[in-house]
């Protein structure tokens, strides 16, 4: 009986593996979605005069360039240094637009892209965020975590669980919030100022990306 129990088991599983690869999406379906945190008057954290609204903007458009070089297409929530607010800003409308972009787009997921401050400049590594409102939301974290560290080669940070922040208890498809690194570390800003890194970054998160749609 048991050895009929395992067999069946094994059955199953290949019958799961075989049904995955034949109904893989094909790379010219893929979309994701890349949210560049910040805008306009909100600039997010600033260090000498550098805003971290202007970072994840310049951060985004080399992840959409990497991306989509590699067959994936990109929606980006904005592609300019403005909020998304209708008039004046106001924050709670510039986030539920963005929200409302990200829930009804056809992307598998969304990466929302920011960058950490701190008062204590020794503190610095790429880290991500994320909630349980998609039951994907820990592993697609857990991937994005585990390819910063394996590409950037300088950070072992662990992810995150943060139950406070808006975007992730809205936005319904797979989604975390990539935290680049710490503008308040001298070394790492420099880092995340320079188009070589950013592009460094850019190949992580694809590489994550690529290695959660192997399985989801």
């Keep these: 009986m048991k050895k ?3 067999i069946i088991l094994l059955l199953v599983l290949i019958l799961t593996v075989f049904i995955g690869t034949a109904f893989a999406i094909p790379n010219d379906e ?3 979605a890349i949210d560049p945190g910040h805008g306009g008057v909100d600039g997010g954290a600033v260090i000498n005069d550098v805003k971290e609204a202007s970072l994840t903007l310049e951060i985004s458009f080399k992840i959409k360039e990497i991306f989509e ?3 994936i297409h990109v929606l980006l929530t904005r592609e300019t240094e403005d909020d998304l607010s209708q008039g004046d800003f106001v924050k709670r409308e510039d986030m539920i ?4 972009t990200l829930n009804t787009s ?3 997921l969304a990466l929302s892209i920011h960058l950490n401050k701190f008062n204590i400049s ?3 590594g790429a880290q991500v965020f994320y909630n349980t409102t998609n039951s994907c939301n820990p592993y697609l974290a857990q991937v994005m975590q585990q390819s910063l560290i394996t590409y950037l080669k300088n950070t072992n940070r662990k992810i995150v669980k943060r139950e406070n922040i808006f975007l992730l208890n809205k936005v319904t498809i797979p989604c975390c919030i990539i935290e680049c690194g710490f503008m308040s570390n001298p070394e790492e800003f420099a880092l995340l100022q ?3 890194y950013q592009y460094k970054i850019a190949y992580a998160l694809l590489y994550g990306v690529e290695d959660y749609l192997k399985l989801y």
């Design 194 to 196: 320079s188009e070589e």
């Design 4 to 6: 009929t129990s395992i």
């Design 106 to 108: 056809n992307a598998c």
């Design 69 to 71: 070089q590699n067959g």
């Design 97 to 100: 637009h963005r929200v409302n």
């Design 122 to 124: 020794k503190y610095r």
């Design 30 to 32: 893929i979309w994701v």
